[in-house]
């Protein structure tokens, strides 16, 4: 059987989760296609074609394609799926976007954000805020399924798939594209970063949230990420919020300072290798999933952490 | 203007979940169940829309036991104007049933606009916002942040991976929403009293003429591998020195 991973890109360049979702579609089948939808991204396609086990690369282009518009992937993909047993696509917000939609018009069930595929019909994923694992299985002609990419290890490369042109739909007529407006950064992207410094509502201002996180995750090369009571109060923007709703990471080291580690938040962060806390109150449920807990006010620990840091 | 809020009784968000010693899910008895934080969000943002003499009328509907009909009251304490029940005792429902379920209710109702959760905090699917679009061949805006509705079409600004994007989608539409679009009122207690005056219909899931049957099979339900305890150090320079030596991530 053949299976369909859908790409994860900005049209110039591939991002991770891609590989990792091949990982998991490997495991599924020896027979993986990787779609590269977007606008002029013939470079995104390219790098498909170089990831090892990648049997086709197709690539399809249009403006709302490029704005991820999830209609114009409904038009694209469901017509596609007469050739494949399964579609596997990386449950980001671009993925969750639009994979339930695909589902629902193949009629099938979602299997949604698995963390490891047991065979080709069954999978185990995460519930109640990754407080219990689900083991499902399917027994449907097709399978949709969305995958957490940080439970799986990248594809290599070293592949030489061929990239083939597939024609886009026309436009859907009822959705616009009216503007978008992305966080720049220098740092490396939050879900597949090695160091992650996190800060919670404890900073109590967007100012101090930038004055301490931002130079502490400068000087271990980080990424930035924050609670979800640090997103709602205005400290951090959204795409910071690591939890059950927000990104899901497990880098090697994940450093929460000021979280008090709410069930949420735990959920997106307790895969990590190893997890450092800073919070001032000795029973914080963070220290309950700490390797390593400081009981101190950030205030003094941060800047005594950077000297030590050297 | 007619809008439909779908609400789910869930869990408590703070509520621990565990699981059942027999793996066969997840223990809910006894456990505090409550709205799901998302639908108290679509519910406040329905509720706002009428206050701004957008909306006319909000239709809360909930697919799920016959103890549902609190979470539904609530939704009626918080502002919506009438309730339907669609009993689904015995059902563990997916995603996509629920969705179907949804059509037929939205075929009956003929709401402009469905505002509904992003996702569930029990199943964590994310997915019945978008396959109810889909199956009504509607325009969808999820993991809304900001809505603005007029003139037969919607505006929303969506929290998408790298920061937020705004679309413009014609109505009739789906919008399921995130976070930060509102902070959901309590209901005042004199609301709570007008709300068991409010009607609530319960229909049978049969009576839809749906097919909600299962399509996956749960094979078991098991608790995560848990952390191995960890420890306390003394100071900053404790905590670098055991990061390089000891755990190896410096």
Redesign the interface.
Known sequence: MAVLVIADHDNASLKDSTHKTVTAALAVSGEVDVLVAGQEAKAAADAAAKISGVRKVLLAESAELG?????AF?ALVVPLMGSYEALLTPA???G??????????L???????IVQVVDAN?FVR???????????????AKKVVTVRPTAFKAAGEGGSAAVETAAAPAA????????????KSARPELTGAK?VVSGGRALGSAEEFQRVIEPLADK?GAAVGAS?AA??AGYA???Y?VG??GKVVAP??YVAVGISGA??HLAGM?DS????AINKDPDAPI??????????DYKS??P??M???G | MKVLVPVKRV?D??V????KADQSG?DLANVKMSMNP?DEISVEEAVRLKEKGVASEIVAVSVGPTQAQETLRTALAMGADRAILVNAESADL???AV?KVLKAVVAEESPEVVIIG??A???????????????LD??????A?AVEIGGGKA?VSR????????????LP?VITV???LNEPRYASLPNIMKAKKKPLDVKELASLGVDAAP??????????AK?A?????E???D??L??KNE?G??
């Open positions: 704005q991820g518009l999830a209609e409904e980001t917000a671009q969750k976007n639009l994979s339930p939609r695909i589902a629902a018009k009629d099938v069930s979602q299997i949604s954000d069954t995460p519930i109640y805020a990754g407080n219990a694992l689900e083991t499902v299985q399917s027994s449907e859907p007529a009822k959705t616009r594209f009216v503007s978008q407006e992305l966080v160091i271990l979800r997103v709602d923007p959204n795409d919020q059950q709703t090697e080291l069930i949420q307790k290798k190893v997890i450092v220290f309950q999933v700490a390797d390593y807990g400081l009981v101190a620990a941060v005594e952490l000297s030590a840091l | 869990i968000y703070n621990k979940a565990r699981v997840v998302f997916e995603p996509l969705a992003k996702q905090i029990d199943g964590d699917n994310n997915a019945v916002g978008q396959m109810l679009a889909a199956l509607w325009p969808q805006a999820t993991f942040s505006k929290e998408v991976d790298g920061g937020l994007q705004t679309l413009e989608v014609d539409a995130d976070l930060r399509r996956l099979k749960v094979v078991k339900v098991t608790e995560p952390r305890g960890g420890i306390k150090v100071s900053a320079a905590l670098v055991k990061l755990a991530v410096l």
